[in-house]
Structures are given as C-alpha cells and as structure tokens.
C-alpha cells in the first residue's frame, strides 16, 4: 500500500473516531505503520479533530526523539504485529479511570480481541519494560491516565477495538454505579482467547515483516 493511501485510511480512521466523541483533546494522537519501514503516518496535537485534514498527518521514523512520537515508536518496535494506535478520551473511559481501576476481564468480546488491559502512569510510557510489561501476551489496551491507548493489527482493527473498550467501559462503569454483581470471564475461556488473539496477532507479524498489511483480520 503507498504511503497516500495510508495516509487517506489514517484520515479516514481520525473522522470516524472524532465524529463518536473519541478524539477531544491536543493530547490526543493516532498512527499507521507503514509496511516494511521503520516508519509510521502520525497525527497529534490537533485542537480541533473534526476538522483535520491530510496536511496534518506527518510521516515519522521509529528514530524520531519527540516524546509521543517515541511511545508509537516503541510499541511498534515491540510488538511487530500492530498496524494502528489510537490514543484517546472518550467519555466511559474518562469515567473508568475516574472510578480508580482498569478494566477487568468480563465481556466476551473483549478477551477475544482485547485480551487483558492494564494502565500506564504518564510517567512510565518512556520506558520500554513497562510498554512490553502493558502489552504482554498479545494485550491491546491500556489506561494511560484519564485516556485510553488502544492497538490493533490493522486500521480497522484499532478502530474496533477502541469502540469496543469504550462500549465495555459504559456497561461495567453503571454496573458498578447501581451495585450490580459483576462476573468475570472464567479462566479457561480467557486462555482459549488468548491462544486465538496470538494466533492472529503472529500472523499479523509476518505480513508485516514481509511489508504487507494483514488481511482476514478486519473484522469480529
């Protein structure tokens, strides 16, 4: 895929997330990989999402120095099968974070394309043992502060699983709001999810390495 085309998908990608309420704020940022580089499309720091526009995204090198532009940097160099990271403030998550916790293991959906999801302090997204240690065993979400850092093998990938977390945060947020008992996904089934979430994820890896995007893999 050429880099415009990339470029028209991440453009494509920030419309859809800014138009549900997801990007908000300067802090805010989305990026592709580009296949077989060491290079990504980046666009950050806009005051106005909705109205972005395909001037604002810039391609970057891994090697790039700047703060938010290192922390895509490393989870791409970490993790070989992402395509997509998306980090941003929507409104549950904002809620989630205020409730004093991450997001526990209780939706189908979410084990099988989430997997687990931790949280990051501001503090330690430079370091890279705590990026691998978030994002271990194939995990794609975590709390950064009050906003959610989401990956996905591809565009589409990292879209989904951004309004998935988000949709997941609202049900266990009011759960807990009107004291509902609130069960976990049993262990086996978390283990038969994982297994399935690295299945693909590996495979994700290889299609990037031999610089292609994923196929199959688009959609639950």
């Given amino acids: 895929m050429e880099r415009t ?4 998908q991440l453009l494509e990608g920030c419309q859809r997330l800014a138009s549900k309420g997801f990007l908000n704020t300067p802090a805010d940022s989305f990026s592709l990989r580009i296949p ?6 980046l666009v950050s720091g806009s005051k106005d ?3 972005i526009e395909i001037a604002d995204l810039r391609s970057v090198p891994f090697s790039a120095k700047d703060e938010l532009s290192l922390l895509h940097a490393c989870i791409y160099q970490e993790r070989g099968d992402v395509g997509g990271i998306a980090i941003s403030s929507p409104k549950w998550v904002r809620l989630l974070a205020n409730c ?10 979410q084990v099988r394309h989430i997997g687990s999801s931790g949280s990051l302090n501001d503090d ?8 691998r240690e978030a994002f271990s065993q194939g995990a794609n979400a975590a709390l950064l502060g009050g906003r959610l850092l989401c990956l996905g093998m591809t565009r589409d ?3 989904f699983n951004t309004e998935l977390y988000e949709k997941c945060a609202q049900a266990y947020v009011i759960a ?8 976990r996904i049993p262990l086996w089934v978390r283990l038969i999810a994982n297994r399935r979430l690295l299945k693909d994820e590996n495979i994700a890896s290889v299609s990037y390495r031999n610089g292609r995007i994923p196929e199959g ?3 639950y």
């Fill in 5 to 8: 085309q990339i470029k028209e």
């Fill in 36 to 41: 077989g580089q060491m290079e990504m499309v």
């Fill in 49 to 51: 999402w909705p109205q």
């Fill in 100 to 109: 004093g916790g991450s997001l526990p293991a209780v939706f189908d959906e």
């Fill in 124 to 131: 330690e997204v430079m370091r890279s043992d705590m990026v």
């Fill in 157 to 159: 990938r990292v879209l």
């Fill in 176 to 183: 807990r709001a009107c004291d509902r008992r609130i069960s």
């Fill in 217 to 219: 893999i688009n959609a």
